[in-house]
C-alpha cells in the first residue's frame, strides 16, 4: 500500500547517518546533501513524500497515491504485483490517514532512480515498514513507481519516538533520522549488476542502482543493490511473509 501520515518531526527531516545499519564514508554524506542543480539530492525524496502525505491528509488516499504515480506503477502486496490503478480503486479517501516517514534513501549518482525505507503506522495503531522506488519524470519531479509494506510481527512495543515534540508529530517505533546516500558515479571495474533468476529488476539509467524483487514460495523478497566503494553492495533487503499485511 502507499502509506499515510499526518506530521513530521524536526529530527526526521536532518538528512544524517542512522544509528543502525551499514556506516559509508562522509563524502558520500556530502553529496547526498548537495544542493546544487541537477546534483542526485535524496532530501528530494524526501520533500516529495511529504508532499504526498500532505495531499493524502487534504484529497485522500486513493486521489494522492494516483496524482503522484508513475504511469506504469505498481504496488507489490502480498497476493502479487498490481497495476496501480487497479489497487488504488480499492482505498477509501474517507478513511483517517495515518503516519509514515522514510529512514533511509538510495539515489543513483544521476538522480533519476531513488529507493525509500521507511517506518509506519496505520489507523489501527499497528507499525511496520515500507519501500518505495521513484523515478523522475520529463519534468523533474519524482513518482512513484513501486510500494511494498508489511505490518512488523510480533508487534513492539508502544512508544514515542525520542526527542518528541508533542502533538502532530510521528511516533512511529524505530524512526530516529533519515540516512541519506548517493551511488558512486562510475561503474569502473565493478562492471554491470549480473542479473538474478527468478527476480524482476529495475535498473537505474546509469546502471548504478538496482531494485529487485520475487515471490519465491510464500516469501516477498526485496533488494536494493548500489554501486559504493567500487563495487556492488546490498544495501537493503527484506523479506516478508506473504501472509503478513500491507497495514490498511
Known amino acids: 500500500m502507499i502509506l499515510r501520515m499526518i506530521g513530521l518531526t524536526a529530527a526526521a527531516l536532518a538528512l544524517v547517518g542512522c544509528a543502525s545499519g551499514p556506516r559509508f564514508p562522509r563524502e558520500r554524506y556530502a553529496r547526498a546533501l548537495a544542493a546544487a542543480p541537477g546534483a542526485a539530492q535524496p532530501s528530494r525524496i524526501v ?13 485522500g488516499h486513493y486521489a494522492a497515491a494516483r496524482e503522484f504515480a508513475a504511469p506504469q506503477a505498481s504496488a507489490l502486496t502480498s497476493t502479487g504485483e498490481t497495476a496501480a490503478t ?5 482505498l477509501d479517501d474517507q478513511e ?8 533511509i534513501v538510495w539515489m543513483s549518482c544521476d538522480g533519476r ?22 523515478q523522475r519524470d520529463r519534468k523533474g519531479d519524482y513518482e512513484w513507481l513501486h510500494n511494498a509494506a508489511a505490518l ?5 512495543p508502544a512508544k514515542t519516538a525520542p526527542g518528541d515534540p508533542g502533538p ?15 551511488t558512486d558515479c562510475k561503474i ?36 536494493v543493490h548500489a554501486l559504493t566503494d567500487g563495487e556492488w553492495k546490498r544495501v537493503i533487503e527484506k523479506r516478508w511473509p506473504a501472509n503478513v499485511g500491507e497495514g490498511n
Open 188 to 223: 569502473g571495474e565493478a562492471g554491470a549488476l549480473p542479473a538474478e533468476p527468478g527476480y524482476k529488476q529495475v535498473l537505474s539509467p546509469d546502471q548504478t542502482l538496482a531494485w529487485r524483487w520475487a515471490y519465491i514460495g510464500d516469501t516477498r523478497i526485496f533488494e
Open 113 to 134: 532512480l531513488a529507493v525509500s525505507e521507511g517506518r509506519f503506522e496505520n489507523r489501527q495503531k499497528l507499525v511496520g515498514s515500507y519501500l518505495t522506488v521513484w
Open 152 to 156: 512488523d510481527d510480533p508487534q513492539p
Open 47 to 59: 520533500a516529495r513524500e511529504i508532499e504526498f502525505l500532505k495531499a493524502a491528509e487534504a484529497q
Open 96 to 103: 483517517e490517514v495515518g503516519p509514515w516517514s522514510p529512514t
Open 168 to 182: 502532530g508529530a510521528i511516533v512511529v517505533p524505530g524512526l530516529v533520522s533519515i540516512d541519506g546516500n548517493v
Open 86 to 90: 487497479t489497487w488504488g480503486s480499492a
